[in-house]
């Protein structure tokens, strides 16, 4: 069985830098770094071939192997296409299903949220996303 990249730094680098050879992948600012032995951070953008961008934090526990909190936001230039973010809205039943996990989409980007069942804390959500943006660069 494979141990899952969110057990170490190393691990959790290494995957980074294996996922981010992406065929859509142009650049990548995206950095993985720790002051603890038990906690992280990946930080950084990316640039696709038709340069839409993703912009993404992540704060990972090793001891756990979970992402504890994250926001990732994809940008066409400077216009911010859409956003997911784990920030808890329990009153709105609308999220639910996959709750904390929730995406901000047009039009009234800042309210209209939708579930993000894709979205998880127990594993990398970085390929996911990465398979999101080129999609959107066939678009």
Known sequence: MET???RSLAAYSRFV??????????HSTVRVWSD??????????????????LRLREELDFDA???TAY?????RAEERLCWYDDFPHPNDP???ASFPHHKHVPPDIRRNRIPAPEMSYEKPNLPNLLEQLAGLSRA
């Open 36 to 53: 603890s032995p038990y906690t992280g951070v990946a930080e950084g953008e990316v640039l696709c071939t038709n340069h839409l961008r």
């Open 65 to 67: 192997g979970l992402l």
């Open 17 to 26: 830098a294996e996922v981010l050879q992406h065929p859509c992948v142009l």
């Open 94 to 96: 609308a999220l639910a």
């Open 71 to 75: 926001g990732y936001e994809f940008y």
């Open 4 to 6: 899952s990249p969110l």
